[in-house]
């Protein structure tokens, strides 16, 4: 469960990024955050990963009040709260695998639960036969689908994605979201920050819209247009 009570985030230079944000997100959920470029999208994703602080409110991962935290605790925090970029931040010079495999072996894990855990998540974002491959030789769904993959090797309960599929043609963006939804029936809670309207229209889950800072709609199974057309009526 994530719940954000009474969040207001304001930036130094004086813009208020969010305003009395009001929420709750049962484990397992998947949901959109939608809204123009400011509306306080990647504000709350950022909150959640505590690259930044809340001016006001609480934010609680299963219970615990993130925001309370002691910054020596954040990257404990981070092995449950993974994210995915747009940019992918992919190691070049390192295979799929290893790209993959890095990311537990910087927090120390034994080998054996390398071993385990790379083909385990390559099998779920469907590369299991790139391995082998260079970042550079994957074209941007591949790219996107490792990233995917090396956010959720370490087994994070919780998935941020910031506009993953920003710089993606409409098919392979598809694909992307094919393997966010194969991981989040394996139980993992996953937000999602998007501008792609015809993907929040085809994927038909939870859809949050922000404008200027806060929430002004929360529709279940809904979609870009329906929640645009309602707040206009």
């Known amino acids: 469960m994530i719940t954000f009570k009474n969040v207001y985030k304001e930036y130094p230079n004086g813009v208020q990024a969010l305003m009395d944000i009001n929420i709750e997100i049962p484990r397992g959920d ?6 123009p470029s400011g509306a306080g999208k990647s504000t709350m994703i950022k909150l959640l990963i505590r690259e930044e602080k809340t001016t006001r409110g609480n934010i609680f991962i299963d219970d615990k009040d993130i925001t309370k935290l002691m910054d020596f605790q954040v990257p404990k925090l981070r092995r449950k709260v993974a994210v995915v970029f747009q940019d992918y931040r992919l190691l070049p010079k390192k295979t799929v695998w290893e790209n993959v495999a890095y990311a537990l072996e910087i927090t120390g894990e034994s080998r054996r639960v ?81 501008h792609a309207r015809d993907i929040v229209n085809r994927m038909k889950k939870r859809v949050v819209t922000l404008e200027k800072g806060r929430i002004i709609s929360d529709v279940q199974g809904g979609s870009y247009y ?7 009526e």
């Not at 998947?30 to 809204?35: E, K, L, Q």
């Not at 970042?135 to 998935?159: D, F, K, T």
């Not at 329906?226 to 206009?232: G, I, L």
């Open 30 to 35: 998947f949901v959109f955050f939608v809204g």
């Open 226 to 232: 329906e929640v645009h057309k309602a707040d206009s």
């Open 114 to 194: 390398i071993r385990q855990r790379v083909p385990y998540v390559l099998d779920l974002v469907g590369l299991q036969d790139k391995d082998k491959s260079y970042p550079s030789e994957l074209s941007g769904g591949e790219g996107q689908r490792l990233s995917i993959a090396r956010a959720m090797v370490s087994n994070p309960s919780v998935l941020l994605c910031d506009e993953p599929t920003g710089n993606l043609d409409s098919e392979t963006a598809m694909t992307v979201m094919e393997a966010l939804k194969r991981v989040n029936e394996e139980g993992a809670t996953i937000l999602m920050a998007s």
